[in-house]
């Protein structure tokens, strides 16, 4: 008989069963009211005291996901994964190429475009995403559609640590196809907080679980599930409310169009590319489901503290506010697809 869950173990699995409704929710609340999360990007706890470092409130939520993820993966997987890296290798190399194409593809399509001012925008935000790490919450979506999580994390934390030389890499390439310039330069913070926010707390998470046992996780899964909910939802929420107001306000509906167009291509592309390699690879569905994720799914929090160092225009987010959104519905849909998505464990 299936044991009871605690209040929290509900609210989780609440989030889990309806979370593609709720972050449509979530961005129109950021459309119609954006105040609370225009505070929250500049809420400062880290800077009460004087002395201490910087701690936005969003770069926090981001280190406690991966923290989180971390605390749920064994370390004798991710050992596993290390002695056979062909999968994750080949998947470093494919997150790296395959977008990057995409929006190359996407740059020749769009030459003709009436307005080359807004195909700027598109490339620009497009390759953004596509010189971003591989997000964390791709951990969850693959674990969630059967996935394996060793995989998923080594993507993750591999992606991350290889930033500081990719990152600046595909930026101009992306710059090249956008037709600016002046972007490699500032990368180098962003950098630094993919490294301090993203591999310094997974590779925590994995300590603690190292440290403390399977039993002693297994206990805090659902307070875990619970924040990694509420964390992905209000990061939603805040890095939207810096720029849909305004689109809703004032929307031009063709950009629109452009938009979500290059997003669902690079998106679908990116995670069908993924699932071929794993397939390819790998043996059996998990390795594939993982790719799938690993490559459709990119850190766009930190690609929007990449965009303000960077200095881009407002119209050039829009892209990554889309792809976000475009991306966790795509995780889900795929998901369903493959039977996984909403099992009840046991």
């Not at 790490?133 to 993750?156: E, H, K, N």
């Not at 950098?191 to 993203?198: E, I, P, Q, R, S």
């Not at 809703?248 to 390699?277: E, I, K, M, Q």
Request: glycine content about 14%.
């Amino acid at each position: 008989m299936r044991p009871p869950r605690s209040p929290l173990g509900r609210a989780a699995e609440f989030v889990h069963h309806h979370f593609l409704g709720l972050v449509v929710l979530t961005y129109a609340g950021a459309a119609l009211c954006p105040a609370p999360g225009l505070v929250l990007a500049g809420l400062d706890p880290g800077g009460l005291l004087p002395g201490r470092p910087a701690l936005p409130v969003p770069k926090l939520l981001l280190a406690g996901l991966l923290f989180a993820a971390g605390l749920g993966v064994c370390p004798r997987a991710v050992l596993d994964v290390a002695r056979r890296p062909r999968l994750l290798l080949a998947g470093l190399l494919a997150r790296l190429l395959v977008p990057l194409g995409l929006v190359a593809l996407t740059a020749r399509l769009l030459a003709g475009w009436h307005n080359p001012a807004e195909v700027a925008c598109v490339v620009a935000g497009l390759g953004l995403v596509a010189a971003m790490p591989v997000a964390g919450s791709s951990v969850a979506w693959a674990g969630r559609g059967g996935g394996c999580p060793a995989l998923s994390v080594g993507l993750v934390v591999a992606s991350t640590l290889l930033s500081p030389l990719t990152t600046p890499l595909a930026l101009s390439a992306a710059a090249t196809l956008a037709g600016v310039g002046g972007t490699a330069e500032a990368v180098g913070p962003a950098g630094a907080t993919l490294v301090a926010f993203v591999v310094v707390p997974t590779a925590a998470g994995l300590a603690v679980r190292a440290a403390l046992g399977a039993g002693w996780a297994g206990r805090r899964r659902d307070g875990m599930r619970a924040f990694a909910a509420a964390a992905v939802l209000l990061l939603c929420y805040v890095n939207a409310a810096g720029a849909l107001p305004q689109v809703a306000r004032h929307p031009d509906w063709d950009f629109l169009a452009v938009t979500a167009a290059a997003c669902l291509g690079l998106c679908g592309g990116s995670f069908a590319a993924g699932w071929w390699v794993g397939r390819r690879l790998g043996s059996g569905a998990p390795p594939g489901v993982s790719l799938a994720y690993g490559l459709g799914m990119s850190n766009n929090g930190s690609g929007l503290v990449t965009a303000t160092a960077l200095a881009l225009p407002a119209d050039a987010l829009l892209p990554v506010l889309a792809y976000n959104l475009i991306q966790h519905l795509a995780a889900g849909v795929v998901g369903r697809l493959a039977g996984r998505v909403g099992p009840r464990p046991a």
